[in-house]
């Protein structure tokens, strides 16, 4: 994210301050204790000066209510960052076994899966990206988490610059749009419990996958931003590429799935079954799953 996205973010959070710390309420106790005195038969000074208390007061309490609001932490990212180093290292090894995996040699097989718990994503956000891929993540955010459930996904992170300090929250709800391509949309960015408008987080993605080499398009639905990303096709080490055909998501786990094309491709390959997706818990309970 460069100096422009990171302003966006600021300038919304200074925004939405502005807005909450004189809201209508305010002005109306302090038009409700003027006409109260006035009835009262008050002086007109005294009237001014009580209204300007109530004014005072009651911007003091909507500021105080703005800033809970903004220390707000969700508390699937309280319990993340609650796990101990050495659940986070085990965690993250196992991720990235699962992930060497996929560049194995394949064999004969035709299809492939895999499986990744929060657990394991959470232990490699707080191990290997921090120790191996520290430029990813601007100065201003640390300590990324996420949790899953059927429906979507919740990214969070602490977000500090200057004065401001608050966890920054995404809602995401994923789906497989097309084989290979992903689409994410963006239900809700708060800081802390404040809403904050997505058009400040938009350019700090495009420029993230720009930056991870993904190609990502937007689209809309329902007034929703809705990210698509063509996913990258890993080749073994007999050069051949796992096409991805199904991704779900369960309490706590993604999954994915595919088929494994030849260097040349086949013509099996080609008539690889194009199925996309099933309601979540749908698949067998059976089948072995690579972890």
């Keep these: 994210m460069d100096a422009a996205a990171r302003g966006g973010v600021r300038a919304a959070l200074t925004r939405r301050a502005a807005i909450h710390t004189m809201p209508t309420p305010v002005l109306l106790s302090a038009c409700a204790a003027y006409v ?26 909507a500021g105080s209510a703005l800033y809970l609001a903004s220390r707000h932490v969700p508390e699937f990212y309280r319990a993340a960052r609650a796990a101990d180093s ?9 991720f990235l076994e699962n992930l060497a995996a996929l560049s194995s040699n394949s064999g004969a097989q035709e299809t492939w899966e895999a499986a990744f718990t929060s657990e394991q994503i ?16 601007p100065p201003e955010f640390s300590n990324p988490r996420v949790a899953i459930d059927s429906r979507r996904v919740n990214v969070a992170c602490r977000y500090q610059l200057g004065a401001i300090s608050t966890v920054v ?15 994410l949309r963006i239900r809700h960015l708060r800081a802390g419990r404040l809403p904050l408008p997505l058009a400040t987080i938009l350019d700090a993605v495009s420029r993230a996958a720009r930056g991870a080499n993904l190609r990502l398009r937007w689209q809309q639905a329902d007034g929703d931003p809705v990210a698509l990303v063509t996913l990258p096709q890993p080749r073994d080490v007999a050069g051949k590429r796992r096409m991805v055909q199904r991704v779900e998501f369960d309490d706590g786990e993604i999954y994915l799935s595919g088929h494994i094309e030849s260097p040349e491709p086949s013509a099996q390959a080609h008539n690889a079954p194009q199925s996309l997706a099933r309601p979540p818990g749908d698949r067998a309970k059976n089948r072995n799953r690579q972890r």
Excluded: I
């Design 36 to 61: 109260y005195c006035y009835f009262q038969g008050v002086g007109m000074r005294k009237r001014l000066c009580v209204a300007m208390l109530f004014l005072s007061g009651t911007a003091v309490l």
């Design 86 to 94: 050495a659940s986070e290292r085990r965690a993250n090894d196992e």
């Design 122 to 137: 959470n232990g490699w956000l707080a191990v290997d990206l921090v120790k191996n891929h520290r430029g990813l993540m």
């Design 169 to 183: 929250s995404l809602e995401v709800e994923p789906y497989l749009a097309e084989a290979n391509t992903l689409a």
